[in-house]
């Protein structure tokens, strides 16, 4: 099986359209009248933000194959930059801080990176996971880097300068889903240039590149890099949108969580880390309204996707829309 159909690279007609109607329904969400809006609307910025950390780990694991699983480290360090230079008594600038935040990430991703790069299979995942616990640790147990305790944000980032108040609710969410969409359109067009068929001839064979003549090291630590920095965004988003930030957010739990789902929507091509991000959080928040045993629910539910739907949802999707359209024909 070619990769780009194992992957679901190209996306059929029908699944554009489906996602289409699913970013149309999410702008339009504020704009309807629903009890608890303020609770919905909170979550479903919060999945946007795990949408865009999951499309991070995407461009490693679906499109490189490079499995980490110290992802959560970027994710935190963007984080803990916005409360580190957010002071007490004032919001700070949009435009400063975010790219600032951004480039923290991607520095630590850069330098972590080149020597994670340098190792394959499960030597990269179990080094991955080592330097995002030496992370973690490094602010656990440092009073002056907030401890255990974490640090909170007190203030928004100000985004007068754009005409916005982030303080709103509203205007959050509808700068998430500029974010997120513009994240997308990006990494869809890296997937497509030479530089991200480079990254997918990396997953399928890197000896073979190697042979032809090509640094594969160069271009999976500018990969690490790029998923880093785009992780550190959605870290950003997280503590303005939570206006807090611990430890906790770099634990092998996070990484573990975008694992599954990008492994839930299906690796490859952007839009399953996208749909894998918002079917996770949901199944979870229904599980946790079951059971105080919903990691064994949600456990269950990641092996059965996995078992019936190996190209995750969106491939599962994109199979019964085959299917459908074969039986109407006939």
Do not use: C
């Not at 803990?80 to 002071?87: D, R």
């Amino acid at each position: 099986m070619s990769a780009p159909k194992a992957q679901l690279e190209k996306l059929p007609r029908s699944v554009q359209v489906l996602l289409a109607f699913g970013a149309i329904a999410l702008a339009a969400f504020p704009l309807v009248p629903v009890e608890g809006s303020d609770f919905y609307l909170q979550m479903l910025t919060q999945m946007m933000i795990l949408a865009i950390f999951a499309m991070s780990l995407d461009l490693l694991q679906g499109v490189t194959g490079l499995v980490s699983l110290g992802h959560a480290a970027y994710f935190g360090i963007a984080g803990y930059a916005l409360a580190f230079i957010t002071p007490q008594d004032a919001p700070i600038a949009l435009w400063w801080s975010l790219p600032l935040a951004v480039v923290a990430a991607g520095l630590a991703a850069l330098v972590i990176g080149f020597f994670v790069v340098r190792t394959h299979g499960i030597y990269f995942i179990m080094v991955t996971m080592a330097f995002a616990q030496m992370v973690y640790f490094l602010f656990f147990d440092n009073k002056a880097l907030g401890g255990s305790d974490g640090i909170y944000v007190y203030f928004r980032p100000d985004a007068s300068a754009l005409g916005l108040d982030l303080e709103s609710k509203t205007t959050f969410f509808y700068l998430t889903l500029v974010l997120l969409i513009a994240v997308y359109a990006f990494l869809r067009r890296v997937l497509f240039s030479p530089f991200g068929r480079v990254l997918a001839g990396i997953r399928v064979n890197e000896h073979r590149l190697r042979a032809v003549g090509y640094g594969t090291f160069g271009y999976k630590l500018a990969a690490f890099t790029l998923a880093g920095a785009l992780a550190g965004l959605a870290g950003f988003l997280w503590a303005a949108q939570t206006g807090f930030v611990n430890p906790e957010l770099m634990g092998f739990h996070m990484s573990a969580h975008a694992i599954m789902m990008v492994i839930l929507g299906g690796m490859g091509n952007f839009a399953g880390a996208i749909v894998g991000a918002f079917a996770f959080e949901y199944v979870m928040h229904v599980f946790k309204d079951l059971t105080k045993h919903w990691q064994l629910l949600m456990g269950g539910f990641i092996l059965l996707v996995v078992i019936v739907a190996p190209r995750g949802l969106l491939g599962l999707g994109d199979t019964l829309l085959r299917r459908s359209r074969k039986e109407a024909s006939e």
